[in-house]
Structures are given as structure tokens and as C-alpha cells.
């Protein structure tokens, strides 16, 4: 399975870790795959869809966290 158009990542063996910062049991999980990419799935659904993100993707939305691009603002 995989949401990127025509790639073909196998996920059969991948180790999913769930996120622990401020989550719960409610929070997304993580998988480092081959050749770099990461996926990314609601830990509440662990068979629905898997987001597949490049290493360049998966740096610069890290970055993106880290410099408080997504932070909600109230």
C-alpha cells in the first residue's frame, strides 16, 4: 500500500513506532523504510492509508516542526 502515485514501497515488514510527545495513544506512528523514506499512519487506523515521504520530504517537514511552522495558533 502506498499513497505516492506509482511508487511501489513494500510495507509488509515495516516497525511502526508511535509517536510519544504529548499523543497519547491517539497520535500518529512512524516507519523508516527502504531506500530512505518514511511513512507516516493515524495510529488509530493502522490498515487505512500510509502517508510515503522522500528523505528530502520527511527533512524538511522535521524542520518544519521543529521551527514551529504547523503550531495551532488560538
Known amino acids: 500500500m502506498s499513497v505516492?502515485?506509482?511508487?511501489?514501497i513494500d510495507l509488509t515488514g515495516a516497525t511502526w513506532r508511535k509517536a510519544t510527545?504529548?499523543?497519547?495513544?491517539?497520535?500518529?506512528?512512524?516507519?523508516l523504510l527502504a531506500d530512505g523514506h518514511v511513512g507516516l499512519?493515524?495510529?488509530?487506523d493502522p490498515e487505512g492509508p500510509v502517508l510515503i515521504?522522500?528523505?528530502?520530504?520527511?527533512?524538511?517537514?522535521?524542520?518544519?516542526v521543529h521551527d514551529g511552522e504547523f503550531a495551532r495558533t488560538r
Open 41 to 44: 499512519r493515524n495510529g488509530q
Open 53 to 64: 515521504f522522500t528523505p528530502g520530504e520527511w527533512a524538511a517537514f522535521t524542520a518544519g
Open 21 to 31: 510527545a504529548g499523543a497519547g495513544n491517539n497520535g500518529v506512528e512512524v516507519a
Open 4 to 8: 505516492r502515485g506509482d511508487a511501489n
